[in-house]
């Protein structure tokens, strides 16, 4: 490798490092941000510690990160090529004999390893961060992560146990004005009110200990002719935990929470008689790996949206290059619906797309590379002038004030 040409190469590494990395993290820090406060709002509505939020947005990260690489990857290229355009270093390159298949080599340093781990994530890592997510939901409707006890409410906590507290202090473990109603399921109940109360653990998992302080307690039986009154000023309230139900395991029927080769062997390997659950299966599959192939078309929908028309500094590429990555993805989820919903064939459904899309980015970019003077998001550019200036013909003139003689 000449000289110049290794130069080259690092300065258009460097240039597509910095945005590549920096719209990843922002998109996946915005995609997070907005699932993050009805996140907060599902938790404490439902009742459970705010510490589960961020183990959730830990297990949705993976799925956003699926989406942020291929955005990351073609701003990344795209605005490393727009420099080099807007600044004429591309055309000096270009000059001296460095062409745009030259220049390719080093976005595909970047894409190659970067669509291995996208694999890797929508084929492994994803899967299993759905269902812990899965997992956490179910843990907090269940009550199994642990109910915040709201003050000045009736909190249910269980089916047995009924409590309302007017103040908590230390963080809930100090309790003050409470009443207490627990029942062991035979007809016997405790209600009890106390100025104090804290709860203790103890080494049978099923049951812990409610320590109320000067209070007064009324027992009711069906042995009792009539209730019997108790006042306190130390009681001891044993309480028997809900039995909490078990999540189901990974993958059954949820074919997004199977692994790459386990979606292979349900839709193509036989792995199942259901046949809804095969074409599912093969829908995913499908799927996730169109998502990963499409990468590889990135960095030339990138060189070509990148360079603007002659005297023109326009950021439409960048608009046209996110719309074009989501508008694909959203695609592939419509595919992959049809497929699951048996309405076509899913290597149809979303084989088709990725063939359109590829065709579509290689006449853009052979327009671009092999013909002299070729632009193509030149067409677009004209059209979206003509927009803003029939736009700006319409508006409403400014009436002037007539001069004061």
Known sequence: MLPHLRL???????????????????????????????????????????????????????????????????????????????????????????????????????????????????????????????????????????????????????????????????KGTQLHGIFVQTSDGKGTTVAATAQQGRFFSTADPDKILFRLTQGRLVQQSPRFKVPRTLGFSLYTLPISLPAIAQFRGRGGTQSSELYLHELWRVGYGGGTADEHQRVEAQANFDFRLVEVLMMFMLPLLAVSLAVPPKRSSSGLGIFIAILVVVAYHKVNQYGQQMGVNGQMNPILSLGGPLILFAAMIGWMYHVLAHRPGGQPIGALERFFARIASLARSMMPRRQEAPAEA
Do not use: C
């Open 8 to 170: 080259i190469d690092r300065y258009l590494a460097r240039s597509i490092a910095v945005p590549l990395f920096g719209s990843l993290i922002l998109a996946a820090m915005l995609l997070i941000l907005d699932k993050m406060l009805r996140l907060f709002q599902y938790v404490v509505d439902a009742g459970g510690p705010v510490s589960v939020v961020w183990r959730m947005l830990a297990n949705l990260l993976p799925e956003y990160l699926s989406l942020g690489i291929p955005i990351g990857l073609m701003l990344g290229i795209l605005l490393a090529f727009r420099k080099l355009a807007l600044s004429s270093e591309l055309d000096a390159l270009r000059g001296i004999g460095v062409g745009y298949g030259r220049l390719l080599r080093v976005p595909y340093g970047y894409t190659v390893p970067l669509a291995i781990i996208n694999l890797l994530i929508v084929g492994y890592l994803q899967p299993y961060t759905e269902y812990r997510y899965e997992s956490l939901r179910f843990d907090l409707n269940s009550g199994a992560l642990g109910a915040a006890i709201k003050v000045g409410e009736f909190n249910e906590l269980g089916h047995r146990l009924t409590l309302r507290i007017d103040r908590s202090e230390n």
